[in-house]
């Protein structure tokens, strides 16, 4: 009866009662504070959004522990708008993604290193990118010079550079993975791959980390990629509360990669 009555009244305390205290970020001075995410002309939503809302929870988790405010800037060719809507003929499903800082416009600002004009044409530059995601998506396969430019021009600059399913093409055709371990989307594994100078890419893996570039799988291998990344950067503690509060079971086994078989790239993993 005590058990059944303990075990009642412990069901019946609000999680935060239960949870683990919040972590401690430390460091503060080291770690990244501007993101930027880079449009292509056509994005696939959970590619951008799917990291978006666990940077955002990584976010809300910084500034209450320190009163500091991380920055988000979404940056394009121009500032046209992108889509979610895939480049196949007819279809017209998907939204808008609205672009606050063009590259050029981010360019401007890094060559007087910051130093004015931080507020500059389409948007304002809140100091050099720490962080850049490129996400995948029907785009990747459109003309990307610019993007891929953008890329190689600034990817000396950052602390980290992520890319998700096909937005690998892109940072490997900036040259950013010669020589480097690397993974993209399993279903389009043959076109991804053939981009780069002597890319070992890991066809057996959710997402791969090879110094401070990391690469993930086909699209929701997203939020995996962004919670991995977090975990290694901020702390695993930090990871798994901004997880907890999402309510979202992480997939922490980087290796583990069912869609490799799926879609004929290689077998499982013993």
């Known amino acids: 009866m005590r058990g059944t009555l303990s075990t009642t009244l412990l069901a019946a305390l609000p999680f935060t009662v239960l949870a683990q205290d919040k972590p401690q970020i430390v460091n503060t001075t080291e770690l990244p504070l501007h993101y930027g995410i880079l449009l292509h002309p056509s994005v696939t939503p959970i590619d951008m959004y799917g990291p978006l809302d666990v940077f955002s929870g990584l976010a809300m988790t910084y500034f209450n522990e320190t009163g500091k405010n991380m920055h988000l800037s979404i940056l394009s060719v121009n500032s046209t708008p992108s889509t979610t809507t895939p480049p196949l003929a007819g279809l017209t499903f998907g939204m808008p993604i609205p672009v606050t800082l063009t590259l050029a416009d981010y360019l401007a600002a890094a060559a007087t290193n910051f130093t004015s004009n931080t507020t500059c044409g389409s948007g304002t530059v809140p100091g050099p990118l720490d962080v850049l995601l490129v996400p995948g998506g029907g785009g990747t396969r459109k003309d990307v010079s610019h993007e891929v430019d953008f890329v190689r021009t600034v990817y000396?600059?950052?602390?980290?550079?992520?890319?998700?399913?096909?937005?690998?093409?892109?940072?490997?055709?900036?040259?950013?993975?010669?020589?480097?371990?690397?993974?993209?989307?399993?279903?389009?594994?043959?076109?991804?791959?053939?981009?780069?100078?002597?890319?070992?890419?890991?066809?057996?893996?959710?997402?791969?980390?090879?110094?401070?570039?990391?690469?993930?799988?086909?699209?929701?291998?997203?939020?995996?990629?962004?919670?991995?990344?977090?975990?290694?950067?901020?702390?695993?503690?930090?990871?798994?509360?901004?997880?907890?509060?999402?309510?979202?079971?992480?997939?922490?086994?980087?290796?583990?990669?069912?869609?490799?078989?799926?879609?004929?790239?290689?077998s499982l993993a013993a």
């Open 156 to 266: 000396p600059s950052l602390k980290h550079l992520i890319s998700v399913c096909t937005g690998s093409t892109i940072i490997a055709r900036a040259g950013t993975l010669d020589n480097k371990k690397a993974t993209t989307n399993k279903k389009a594994w043959t076109w991804a791959t053939s981009f780069g100078t002597n890319v070992s890419y890991v066809p057996h893996a959710r997402w791969v980390q090879d110094g401070n570039v990391w690469t993930g799988s086909g699209v929701s291998a997203a939020v995996d990629t962004a919670y991995a990344f977090v975990a290694s950067v901020y702390g695993e503690e930090t990871a798994q509360y901004v997880a907890d509060v999402s309510e979202y079971t992480r997939w922490t086994n980087a290796s583990y990669d069912p869609f490799a078989e799926r879609w004929g790239v290689g």
